[in-house]
């Protein structure tokens, strides 16, 4: 079954299409994301889901039930907000057990229940503290917590790691996920950072302007992708235009070659070559990245830390596979 | 991505600046605590000396006592003056207005919340402008202008008496007056009117820190709550309204010290029967009793003192 159903889902403000026409099938137990950059109507989505906003067109279904009308204390799914949203009064416990106290569960056992969602997540005896004495690693664990002690079958994320430094990020990137396999949920995770979408998630979907533009694997979106704006987004893949693709004995409106599928050298069988002119370079730990001239049009290639770095302004010839070069669908 | 090329290169230089302009400010920037005696000095000076010393001296007569003889005031250490002030008579007074001062605070309150948490929450651009206006608007006109218009509004010939008989209704308000103590031969000389005036020029003083504290509650927390499961009524009492305590504390800390102290409102509009204010004001001047005047202006600092340490106690700052 559905855990999400999305049929021809629009939300307009006023002449803003926020979401303008969605489709969208989330599977029970899946971890989905939504990327997309800021506007692209992926919070908004994940607004529609918790209840927090109604669509001005279309169907959505929560494991078959229709979703219309109902107001987010009558859905079984529990948001972690982009601010965390811990209420500044309450003490750890108390805001890990609201909800559990506003269904009217008794003092004991909704203690309980609080203690034991804190132990999941990693922060035992720290119930006595008030949200403003954790710091934001903490307090991300804490909102995690409070959505999942009402064991809901849905849990939406908000930019969850958002505020986080990359260290932190890394470490709860991987304890979401195995959580999510852990207790088998369906997960749907907003984010703008592709890196984090394409590491957690089982599918992805790309938004822009308010349209989904591909859904897909993190494999299926990272190297076929379908638009100029997928495969620019995920990755920052070069795009090639149809005079570069015909330059290439290839027929299409556009093509994207990702920059690590790139080397410097004269092709081999089965591959393609291009020449270009180097002009920036820079160092990136385990890769070099460096920015070619190729006929007018930037293409940027990532070369292994080894590899020599071609020297600035002279021309050398690039090599890569055919079938590295994805040719898109259309242009836009 | 930044890409520059040799050519590209721009030359970042930095400028010394003059070492001999704006003396005057790097010295208070070298010494804080020189900058902070300058920056308070005035104030303290005023609330210091010229506010709290004086009622700190007028508070210190309320332990003396008048000689009933010679309508002097001895200056003897005594108590004999709150002896006084806890007699039927002069209870009655703190009892009425500490009545009227919570009815007209309980009253603001239910008044101002819903106006402040719609400026606050929904509110937006032009009706904020229009909020605060209308909210301040009273205040920009003379006090007394104000409560001599309301003394016609509540007069039996009023618009008011006018308005109940367009309506059919002038049996109930002819009902309501004559309910013992809050009614009246009018609503103008009745407790009722004396509270409805009240409430009318101390309600702004309600609105703007609820206001302000509700604008501090990020929606969020209120989209929150009712993602796990509270229905508008729960996160009402668990998070909105613990959350604006401090500004409802805030505001009836003024709308209950303010009834306390006023003297002008229960003497145009209500009945002939004194308060606080208008007690302190009889006993200075007429009376000529300072002390016991004295005394009657320590009631509603003690009982605003009393209700700070319990609103403390019940967790009211806790949120700030």
């Known amino acids: 079954m559905n855990a999400i159903l999305f049929e021809n889902v629009s939300r307009h403000f006023g002449n803003v299409r926020a979401v303008d026409g969605v489709d969208l099938a989330v599977a029970e137990g899946e971890f989905f994301a939504m990327l997309g950059p800021s506007g692209s109507g992926k919070t908004t989505c994940l607004r529609l889901v918790a209840g927090f906003e109604q669509p001005t067109a279309g169907h959505i279904e929560i494991f078959g039930e229709t979703a219309e009308g109902l107001p987010p204390y009558r859905r079984n799914v529990n948001t972690v907000f982009q601010d965390y949203a811990l209420f500044p009064h309450l003490s750890i416990l108390d805001n890990v057990a609201y909800g559990l106290m506003v269904k009217g569960v008794g003092r004991i056992e909704r203690r309980r229940a609080a203690e034991e969602a804190l132990a999941m997540v990693a922060l035992p005896g720290y119930g006595a503290r008030k949200p403003g004495q954790l710091s934001g690693g903490q307090r991300q664990r804490v909102a995690l917590a409070r959505a999942l002690v009402n064991r809901p079958r849905v849990l939406l994320l908000d930019e969850p790691l958002g505020a986080l430094d990359l260290k932190l990020r890394e470490q709860m990137q991987e304890e979401l996920k195995s959580l999510q396999k852990a207790l088998g949920l369906t997960f749907i995770f907003v984010t703008h950072d592709q890196g984090e979408a394409l590491a957690m998630a089982d599918r992805v979907a790309v938004f822009h302007e308010g349209k989904v533009r591909q859904v897909g694997t993190p494999e299926d979106i990272y190297r076929r992708p379908k638009t100029r704006f997928v495969a620019d987004f995920v990755g920052s893949s070069n795009v090639l235009s149809r005079v570069q693709c015909q330059r290439l004995g290839v027929d299409a409106p556009a093509a994207s070659l990702r920059p690590e599928s790139i080397v410097i050298g004269r092709p081999t069988d089965g591959q393609l070559g291009l020449t270009g002119i180097p002009i920036a370079t820079s160092f990136l730990g385990p890769v070099n990245r460096v920015t070619l001239d190729c006929g007018g049009e930037r293409i940027v290639a990532l070369l292994a830390g080894g590899a020599p770095i071609p020297a600035m302004g002279e021309s050398v010839t690039l090599a890569f596979g055919r079938h590295d070069l994805h040719v898109m669908e259309d242009a836009g | ?320």
């Open chain 2, 1 to 320: 991505m930044i890409m520059a090329s040799e050519g590209q290169r721009t030359r970042l230089m930095a400028t010394p600046g003059p070492r001999d302009r704006g003396s005057l400010s790097d010295m208070l920037w070298r010494n804080p605590k020189l900058f902070l005696a300058l920056l308070l000095c005035l104030p303290l000076l005023w609330l210091g000396v010229v506010y709290l010393g004086s009622l700190a001296v007028f508070l210190a007569q309320s332990f003396f006592a008048i000689d009933d003889f010679s309508g002097l005031v001895t200056y003897e250490p005594t108590l004999a003056t709150y002896r006084q002030l806890f007699s039927d008579a002069n209870f009655d007074i703190i009892l009425r207005t500490v009545t009227m001062a919570a009815s007209v605070t309980v009253a603001s309150i239910v008044i101002a919340f819903p106006v402040a948490f719609y400026a606050a929450r929904y509110a937006k651009g032009v009706w904020k402008a229009v909020f605060y206006l209308g909210v301040m608007l009273p205040l920009w006109s003379s006090y007394l202008v104000k409560i001599y218009a309301w003394k016609l509004i509540l007069a039996k010939e009023g618009i008011l008496t006018w308005l109940f008989a367009k309506l059919h209704l002038l049996w109930l308000l002819e009902a309501w007056l004559s309910i013992p103590i809050i009614g009246g031969n009018s609503l103008s000389v009745s407790y009722t009117g004396t509270f409805l005036v009240f409430v009318y020029v101390w309600l702004p003083f309600m609105i703007l820190p609820i206001q302000a504290s509700l604008e501090r509650v990020s929606g969020s927390l209120v989209e929150a709550s009712a993602d796990l499961g509270a229905r508008p009524g729960q996160t009402f009492r668990h998070v909105l309204l613990p959350l604006a305590l401090p500004g409802i504390v805030a505001g009836s800390i003024f709308t209950f010290s303010l009834t306390l102290g006023d003297y002008i409102i229960p003497q145009i509009i209500g009945s002939s029967r004194l308060f606080i204010g208008q007690a302190v004001y009889a006993q200075q001047g007429t009376a000529g009793n300072l002390p016991l005047a004295a005394a009657f202006t320590v009631v509603p600092i003690v009982i605003m003192g009393v209700y700070l340490w319990a609103a403390r106690r019940m967790g009211a700052f806790d949120a700030l």
